[in-house]
T-cell receptor, first 112, second 116 residues
Framework: GESVGLHLPTLSVQEGDNSIINCAYS??????FIWYKQESGKGPQFIID?????DKRQGQRVTVLLNKTVKHLSLQIAATQPGDSAVYFC???????????FGGGTRVLVKP | ETGVTQSPTHLIKTRGQQVTLRCSSQ?????VSWYQQALGQGPQFIFQ???????GRGNFPPRFSGLQFPNYSSELNVNALELDDSALYLC???????????????FGEGSRLTVL
């Protein structure tokens, strides 16, 4: 069935280093892949998305890579800061769809 | 701040009871979606409301129902509560129309439901 999952449940990163969060997806029919950040006690917050016909997209300090050949999605965070500590979810949706399908989340801990 | 507000923030119920959760969407947003997030897991889609009608439903039983009002605010109702209904219930608003990102939802902080 459809699923969006993550390889690593917890990632510890030194402040200032780059973070890479990985995600495997199984639904090739999805049109958009998205990363959300969820801080403790808050709802998920949209970070960045990528359309299925792209392989890379950059935002502010973040880059999302999409490898459709192996159905892999990653989020790179440059110069990780303490405020980046959160749980990160990948998700997918069809262009005319009405629901996001989320993966299980990766917790990022930034060490000072 | 997303402009999406949910109430109550926390509540405790017992099995068999009913609960109503409320959500006010961000100004200008006409679509509201509800998600259930169990501890340590990703949110799961319950249903979406657009123009006061249900517009898609996830794999949840009929005892999960909802409403959307003319001002686009929404309610989630759960009847005959079960222990497994204990979760964080998230409301998300978005605006239908050209130019919007399909996957960009604006989530509230959620209502934490505990069923004993």
């Amino acid at each position: 069935g459809e699923s969006v999952g993550l390889h690593l449940p917890t990632l510890s990163v030194q402040e200032g280093d780059n973070s890479i969060i990985n995600c495997a997806y199984s639904n090739s029919a999805s049109d958009y892949f998205i990363w959300y950040k969820q801080e403790s006690g808050k709802g998920p917050q949209f970070i960045i998305d990528i359309r299925s016909n792209m392989d890379k997209r950059q935002g502010q300090r973040v880059t999302v890579l999409l490898n459709k050949t192996v159905k892999h999605l990653s989020l790179q965070i440059a110069a990780t800061q303490p405020g980046d500590s959160a749980v990160y979810f990948c998700a997918e949706i069809k262009a005319a769809g009405n629901k996001l399908t989320f993966g299980g989340g990766t917790r990022v801990l930034v060490k000072p | 701040e997303t402009g999406v507000t949910q109430s109550p923030t926390h509540l405790i119920k017992t099995r068999g009871q009913q609960v109503t959760l409320r959500c006010s969407s961000q100004s200008g947003h006409n679509t509201v979606s509800w998600y259930q997030q169990a501890l340590g897991q990703g949110p799961q889609f319950i249903f979406q409301y657009y123009r006061e009608e249900e517009n898609g439903r996830g794999n949840f039983p009929p005892r999960f129902s909802g409403l959307q009002f003319p001002n686009y605010s929404s309610e989630l109702n759960v009847n005959a509560l079960e222990l497994d209904d204990s979760a964080l219930y998230l409301c998300a608003s978005s605006a239908r129309g050209s130019g919007r990102k399909p996957g960009e939802l604006f989530f509230g902080e959620g209502s934490r439901l505990t069923v004993l």
